[in-house]
């Protein structure tokens, strides 16, 4: 006799164990072939044929991103986007599927690749919500938009899709749901209306100044002098012109200058990482940053810095309404306890973009798939970003498709 296991995803739908652990095991195969951004060649492959294998039609778009349409009569259209890449880490977790992947970066060194903010967790999560939508066409009634986007590392595959026509070619949604594996236990979710990310912004400053012998100083316009007193100003940023209630980062992450001990170089090189709270805070800050360059630059006599923009993340902001609607949705399916609120804090997320671009309210919530046990005393796992980030596999498989399933159903679910 054979007994059949049956798992809870929602309040009111339940999936044969088979059905997770095949999930399960594309999540593991994700993680163990994880790409960086915009190089997503495969990873676009083999989501193509996931949803070709389910009788969804998809399309390429943004380079790398993916596409697919969901159709069950008639009823809203709604987007939900899970994003796709992997970063420049040497995965450390020692899991059995375990990434020994590498990667070209931009200026052509090889790098180990590792899914440490958990992508894979959203390509499965929303690979398993469109074979269970394929089936169960009982619970719900509309058009769903698939989106697998690209480069959210980079701030780059919201923002191509759009520009390579992406509400030109498919059904235009009335909102956008997104969701991010967090460092939260299991059956967890973190959402409100309001901002839910901070913008950012990243730049590289090229000081320029003049080269001379280490021995005449005073035939040279030292750049590295002028760039060290460049990131010890812009540090007073925060401190002297924010008020203390209001959060924001001002990082220097690379200094590069000079070849060799007894050369005043002509030029240095440094790079910032912004984060700001909102679009009054982030002008205030960028405003801040490029007269401080200036300013020092003329105090050392040395000509305007080159500033160049290497890339910024819009809001990612949950229209009021909108969210109240996803937060009734999960309160009914996972009960209110379920349900946590935080503080705004500086990670970064360009989902905004895809809702944003054609003035529809987007939804963004961050769900748990660790141990609870791994929090007690004050613990925390790694986070994202870690070389030790891993997520519990079952665990992400069945509360990310969960999440999903619930918020997708709130505006697409039959009543």
């Given at each position: 006799?054979?007994?059949?296991?049956s798992?809870?995803?929602?309040?009111?739908?339940?999936?044969?164990?088979?059905?997770?652990?095949?999930?399960?095991?594309?999540?593991?195969?994700?993680?163990a072939?994880?790409?960086?951004?915009?190089q997503?060649?495969?990873?676009?492959?083999?989501?193509?044929?996931?949803?070709?294998?389910?009788?969804?039609?998809?399309?390429?778009?943004?380079g790398?991103?993916?596409?697919?349409?969901?159709?069950?009569?008639?009823?809203?259209v709604?987007?939900?986007?899970?994003?796709?890449?992997g970063?420049?880490?040497?995965?450390?977790?020692?899991?059995d599927?375990?990434s020994?992947?590498?990667?070209?970066?931009?200026?052509?060194?090889?790098?180990?690749?590792?899914?440490?903010?958990?992508?894979?967790?959203?390509?499965?999560?929303?690979?398993?919500?469109?074979?269970?939508?394929?089936?169960?066409?009982?619970?719900?009634?509309g058009?769903?938009?698939?989106?697998?986007?690209p480069?959210?590392?980079?701030?780059?595959?919201?923002?191509?899709?759009?520009?390579?026509?992406?509400?030109?070619?498919?059904?235009?949604?009335?909102?956008?749901?997104?969701?991010?594996?967090?460092?939260?236990?299991?059956?967890k979710?973190?959402?409100?209306?309001?901002?839910?990310?901070?913008?950012?912004?990243?730049?590289k400053?090229?000081?320029?100044?003049?080269?001379?012998?280490?021995?005449?100083?005073?035939?040279?316009?030292?750049?590295?002098?002028?760039?060290?007193?460049m990131?010890l100003?812009?540090?007073?940023?925060?401190?002297?012109?924010?008020a203390?209630?209001?959060?924001?980062?001002v990082?220097?992450?690379?200094?590069h200058?000079?070849?060799?001990?007894?050369?005043?170089?002509?030029?240095?090189?440094?790079?910032?990482?912004?984060?700001?709270?909102?679009?009054?805070?982030?002008?205030?800050?960028?405003?801040?940053?490029?007269?401080?360059?200036?300013?020092?630059?003329a105090?050392s006599?040395a000509?305007?810095?080159?500033?160049?923009?290497?890339?910024?993340?819009?809001?990612?902001?949950?229209?009021?309404?909108?969210?109240?609607?996803?937060?009734?949705?999960?309160?009914?399916?996972?009960?209110?306890?379920?349900?946590?609120?935080?503080?705004?804090?500086?990670?970064s997320?360009?989902?905004?973009?895809?809702?944003?671009?054609?003035g529809v309210?987007?939804?963004?919530?961050?769900?748990?798939?660790?141990?609870?046990?791994?929090?007690?005393?004050g613990?925390?796992?790694?986070?994202?970003?870690?070389?030790f980030?891993?997520?519990?596999?079952?665990?992400?498989?069945?509360?990310?498709?969960?999440?999903?399933?619930?918020?997708?159903?709130?505006?697409?679910?039959?009543?």
């Amino acid at each position: 006799m054979t007994i059949s296991t049956s798992i809870r995803l929602t309040a009111a739908v339940d999936v044969p164990e088979s059905f997770v652990e095949d999930y399960i095991a594309v999540y593991k195969h994700l993680h163990a072939n994880p790409e960086l951004s915009a190089q997503e060649f495969r990873t676009a492959e083999y989501i193509e044929a996931h949803l070709s294998g389910l009788g969804i039609e998809s399309f390429r778009c943004g380079g790398t991103g993916v596409v697919g349409i969901l159709k069950n009569g008639d009823g809203p259209v709604i987007g939900f986007r899970a994003d796709t890449d992997g970063l420049p880490i040497s995965e450390q977790t020692r899991l059995d599927y375990a990434s020994e992947a590498t990667g070209t970066l931009p200026d052509g060194s090889t790098a180990p690749v590792m899914h440490g903010c958990g992508h894979d967790t959203h390509i499965a999560a929303a690979l398993a919500l469109s074979s269970l939508l394929t089936e169960r066409t009982d619970l719900w009634a509309g058009t769903l938009v698939l989106i697998f986007q690209p480069g959210e590392e980079t701030a780059y595959g919201a923002k191509a899709m759009i520009d390579d026509g992406l509400w030109d070619r498919a059904p235009r949604p009335e909102v956008v749901l997104a969701q991010h594996v967090m460092p939260l236990g299991r059956n967890k979710l973190l959402i409100r209306g309001g901002h839910m990310a901070s913008l950012a912004d990243s730049w590289k400053i090229t000081v320029h100044g003049r080269q001379a012998h280490g021995s005449q100083p005073e035939k040279s316009i030292d750049p590295i002098v002028a760039a060290s007193s460049m990131v010890l100003r812009l540090q007073t940023i925060v401190s002297r012109e924010l008020a203390p209630s209001t959060p924001a980062v001002v990082t220097v992450g690379t200094f590069h200058a000079g070849l060799k001990e007894n050369i005043i170089p002509e030029t240095a090189e440094f790079t910032l990482n912004v984060r700001t709270p909102d679009e009054e805070t982030r002008t205030t800050v960028l405003a801040a940053i490029r007269r401080i360059i200036s300013a020092e630059a003329a105090a050392s006599d040395a000509p305007e810095p080159t500033i160049t923009e290497l890339n910024a993340f819009p809001r990612c902001y949950n229209d009021p309404a909108s969210a109240d609607r996803v937060i009734e949705a999960f309160t009914a399916d996972f009960g209110a306890d379920a349900l946590i609120d935080a503080p705004l804090g500086m990670g970064s997320e360009d989902a905004g973009w895809l809702s944003d671009a054609i003035g529809v309210p987007g939804v963004f919530w961050a769900f748990g798939a660790f141990d609870p046990e791994l929090f007690e005393d004050g613990a925390s796992p790694a986070g994202n970003h870690s070389p030790f980030f891993a997520p519990d596999a079952r665990a992400a498989v069945i509360g990310g498709t969960g999440a999903a399933l619930s918020g997708v159903l709130a505006y697409l679910g039959r009543n």
